[in-house]
């Protein structure tokens, strides 16, 4: 679920369909978001959606964080033929992850 800088330009140039969590381990809201990410991402897996769901650690590369315009966290962006879809900020409920995944 976790991926390195080289693992998620991967995955935006191979065109996936996924949502990816940016985070860091000092972050207050990313320990709340997280753990609504990870149930997201076990629901989607056993339904045997298209649609991963990862995370990336801020701490691992701030500069390719900041060049994908990621600029505070919890950060959830949506992707989709290699575009960003949708950015969304802060704590999200439960519905907004599901519509993101809805609207790739």
Do not use: H
Request: proline residues 4%; negative net charge; hydrophobic residues 35%.
């Amino acid at each position: 679920m976790e991926l390195t800088k080289e693992q998620l330009q991967e995955k935006i140039n191979s065109g996936e369909k996924f949502l990816v969590d940016f985070y860091a381990d000092w972050c207050g809201p990313c320990k709340v978001l997280g753990p609504r990410v990870e149930k997201l991402a076990e629901t989607l897996k056993s339904q045997n959606s298209e649609v991963g769901v990862y995370k990336f650690n801020l701490e691992s590369d701030r500069d390719y964080a900041m060049s994908l315009g990621i600029k505070s966290i919890p950060t959830v962006m949506s992707f989709s033929g290699g575009k960003n879809v949708l950015t969304k900020v802060g704590i999200l409920p439960d519905l907004t992850l599901e519509t993101m995944v809805s609207e790739l």
